[in-house]
């Protein structure tokens, strides 16, 4: 059986840089076809020539820079996967990057975090199937966020003394900006030796100034646009997705996950239905959903799409460097028996979170058929006995109260 090898392109125009590369990656001569070049105008005419999966390029170069071969990537070749890989980066190059890469890796860099990185964007990529919805998540550079969130934020950052505490409470209701915040933290430059799943932590690390630049400046974040999305109710995923992380997060919490392991949880509770915001760029899908009277709207997904929400929002997160926890919990929240763990993780907490909102949901009680919880799947981790138990933290939740 014939495996496709990975097509990966390096551009730096430090010749001894892309030397040493050669000389790192001979290892893997067997899974990657690797090309190198020493300015962004000769990569992108290979490119015109030959697909190419992970384009990884310097930032500062002469004649076409980074920032400029990744705008003609965007334009011409929008299915490739894009880094930065760089050792003199200043900031406002940071934060047009942090809009044009999925990636930014620091030099001096091993080799194995350039090959991880890789290995976990393009595996997630295999699993969808249509090449069009590949270029149009890998096309990505910002999300909708919600027009009043974005309309506070923009205030807040034009006050005489914008406060932390106060852009982290606007950023936290907001899927899109919190998504966007952890993609930028969990990147290599800010050389933090660990992944970032915490919300606030990431907005300390980052800074009040960083982010002003980012929402202000550089426009990482899109304004929502109603007009776009007619048969899609923003506000209503918004208030299910920060509910589904409270939720989750209590859960985990609940079952002694790590500290660590709770925020995860948390903010893949969050995230977990990011993909939806991906598929309102897919003409006329909504308003074919809302049609739909008899099958599960994840069911219409994998007809007409051949993958899911679920699918399409990982493979984002993965683009964008979150960690693997996050990606893995969001990837798997309609169906966590795919997952090998035997135990109560992120998986698990998102899941029932999710179910829950369903079952619970006062609006909805009574009116609606249960979301069948997968309980073989609960038998499995030793879980079964703490359904009731989360059953009346989803409760506590929606009547305001705090579920501990």
């Known amino acids: 059986m014939n495996i496709r090898k990975r097509q990966i392109i390096f551009v730096d125009d430090d010749v001894y840089a892309?030397?040493?590369?050669?000389?790192?990656?001979?290892?893997y001569v067997n899974e990657w076809?690797?090309?190198?070049?020493?300015?962004?105008?000769?990569?992108?005419?290979?490119?015109?020539?030959?697909?190419?999966?992970?384009?990884?390029?310097?930032?500062?170069?002469?004649?076409?820079d980074g920032i400029a071969l990744l705008e003609h990537a965007i334009q011409?070749?929008?299915?490739?996967?894009?880094?930065?890989?760089?050792?003199?980066?200043?900031?406002?190059?940071a934060y047009k990057a942090a809009s044009l890469a999925h990636q930014l890796i620091a030099k001096p860099c091993d080799i194995e975090t350039i090959r991880n990185s890789v290995e976990e964007t393009c595996q997630l990529r295999?699993?969808?199937?249509?090449?069009k919805l590949v270029k149009l998540v890998t096309g990505i550079k910002s999300l909708?966020?919600?027009?009043?969130?974005?309309?506070?934020?923009?205030?807040?950052?034009?006050?005489?003394?914008?406060?932390?505490?106060?852009?982290?409470?606007?950023?936290s209701m907001d899927v899109a900006m919190t998504a966007k915040i952890l993609q930028l933290v969990n990147s290599a430059f800010f050389s933090i030796p660990y992944k970032v799943s915490n919300l606030n932590q990431a907005l300390s690390i980052l800074g009040l100034n960083t982010i002003k630049a980012l929402v202000l400046s550089v426009g990482v974040f899109s304004e929502y646009q109603t007009r776009v999305y007619s048969a899609f109710s923003i506000?209503?995923?918004?208030?299910?997705?920060?509910?589904?992380?409270?939720?989750?997060?209590?859960?985990?919490?609940?079952?002694?996950?790590s500290r660590a392991e709770q925020d995860e949880a948390q903010m893949a509770g969050i995230l977990h239905d990011v993909g939806k915001l991906i598929q309102t760029d897919i003409p006329g899908f909504y308003r074919l959903l809302s049609m739909n009277t008899k099958l599960p709207d994840i069911q219409m997904e994998y007809h007409y799409l051949g993958t899911s929400h679920a699918e399409l929002g990982a493979y984002m997160l993965s683009l964008w460097g979150l960690p693997s926890g996050v990606i893995k919990a969001v990837a798997f929240h309609h169906n966590p028996a795919k997952e090998t763990s035997y135990r109560i993780d992120p998986v698990t907490s998102v899941y029932i979170a999710n179910c829950l909102y369903h079952n619970e949901k006062p609006e909805t009680m009574g009116k609606h058929k249960e979301v069948a919880i997968d309980m073989q799947y609960l038998?499995?981790?030793?879980?079964?006995?703490?359904?009731?138990?989360?059953?009346?933290?989803?409760?506590?939740?929606?009547?305001g109260e705090r579920p501990d």
């Open 144 to 171: 909708p966020s919600v027009p009043t969130l974005y309309v506070q934020l923009l205030k807040e950052f034009q006050s005489e003394q914008p406060t932390m505490s106060k852009v982290g409470e606007i950023i």
């Open 33 to 64: 076809d690797v090309y190198f070049f020493t300015t962004g105008q000769e990569a992108l005419t290979f490119m015109s020539q030959k697909p190419i999966d992970v384009l990884i390029t310097d930032l500062r170069m002469p004649g076409m």
């Open 126 to 131: 295999d699993t969808l199937s249509d090449k």
């Open 76 to 93: 011409y070749f929008p299915g490739v996967i894009r880094m930065i890989l760089s050792g003199n980066i200043e900031e406002p190059s």
């Open 18 to 27: 892309l030397k040493g590369y050669q000389r790192s990656l001979e290892p």
């Open 379 to 399: 038998e499995k981790i030793q879980a079964e006995n703490m359904l009731e138990d989360w059953r009346y933290m989803a409760k506590r939740i929606f009547v």
């Open 235 to 257: 506000d209503e995923l918004y208030q299910h997705s920060i509910f589904v992380g409270n939720l989750s997060g209590a859960i985990a919490a609940s079952a002694g996950l």
